[in-house]
């Protein structure tokens, strides 16, 4: 496996050739003189693209990323394979299903580094990134990073509608520790975990540990949506997408009500109106209760979700499906 010290020495091995000024100077010819002319080394960074295709294809999807600090090509061949991902899926399960908790990786399904609780299977043209039920503000950093880096080349996207939210969330603050502690104030049915680390920039009193480590007081003061930072999108997350697929239990929709709470658009946090194809919202029902899905859906409350995504506008392009 590729760490920290190869990638270093790659990059050292990458020659920058001298410039004419130097080249000319007579601090260069005191040099030859002195020292003698040097023995010229072969730049790493002239390999044809197709080596560098064979090697990343015997990576782990972090160490491809972390590949591209080498040097300028080879981060171009990384971004090469990155707009070849045209399925995104962004979902939040519980990882240790996946792989052993001991386990790093198996071939198909990797850990990130240093976040155990986050998982990533990548093919030629797919992504799938797992953050664990059990996550902290530093998943969620980490989280929407991944969204950022790999959204901007998907075409079909899928989220899970936690994630849907942290990505409206974003799209209007780069304070994630403090929407981290609103989702959990507001009311979430997702559990979560103690961090032993979280990210150096968070302040101690910003730092998230558990919803039942505040008081109320505190939990008071993150029921209102009033981030330190607000920042304005350049554009949507995801470009050139034509389908979004949310998908939600009955109780998770109260994360999708919280929409417009972040004054971000459907069409400045996900996609422009004119590229989306179908905006699909799936929601898991408990059929155990035999109730019907026409019943289910008068009990949904998606008022504030629907004005949010302007589904009076998309029209046949929104659909709501129950599983």
Request: charge should be positive.
């Amino acid at each position: 496996m590729l760490n920290k010290q190869i990638v270093q020495f790659l990059s050292m091995m990458h020659i920058h050739p001298p410039s004419a000024n130097n080249a000319a100077g007579s601090n260069s010819v005191i040099k030859k003189l002195k020292f003698g002319k040097k023995k010229s080394t072969p730049k790493f960074g002239n390999l044809p693209e197709s080596v560098w295709d064979n090697i990343l294809d015997n990576l782990s999807p972090f160490e491809r990323v972390k590949m591209r600090r080498v040097n300028h090509k080879i981060k171009n061949v990384v971004d090469k394979r990155r707009k070849r991902v045209l399925y995104a899926d962004f979902l939040r399960t519980d990882v240790d299903t996946i792989l052993p908790a001991e386990s790093s990786g198996d071939g198909d399904f990797f850990r990130l580094p240093k976040s155990p609780r986050i998982v990533v299977h990548e093919e030629a043209r797919s992504i799938l990134i797992i953050v664990d039920t059990h996550w902290t503000v530093s998943d969620a950093v980490k989280m929407m990073a991944a969204i950022r880096y790999y959204g901007v080349s998907a075409h079909t996207v899928t989220l899970d509608a936690s994630l849907a939210e942290l990505c409206v969330a974003a799209q209007s603050t780069n304070d994630i520790s403090f929407w981290f502690a609103f989702q959990s104030a507001s009311g979430t049915s997702d559990p979560v975990c103690q961090s032993s680390k979280s990210p150096s920039w968070v302040p101690d009193e910003f730092r998230v540990r558990s919803v039942q480590s505040y008081e109320q007081d505190q939990l008071t003061a993150y029921s209102q949506w009033a981030p330190r930072t607000q920042i304005i999108p350049v554009g949507p997350l995801f470009p050139k997408a034509t389908e979004i697929t949310i998908r939600a239990s009955v109780p998770q929709l109260r994360r999708l009500r919280r929409f417009p709470v972040y004054r971000s658009p459907l069409h400045r946090s996900f996609i422009d109106f004119n590229n989306l194809h179908i905006l699909r919202l799936v929601v898991s029902t408990n059929t155990s209760s035999g109730r019907k899905g026409r019943q289910v859906a008068q009990s949904l409350k998606l008022a504030p979700f629907l004005k949010w995504a302007n589904a009076q506008r998309l029209a046949h392009r929104f659909s709501v499906q129950f599983v």
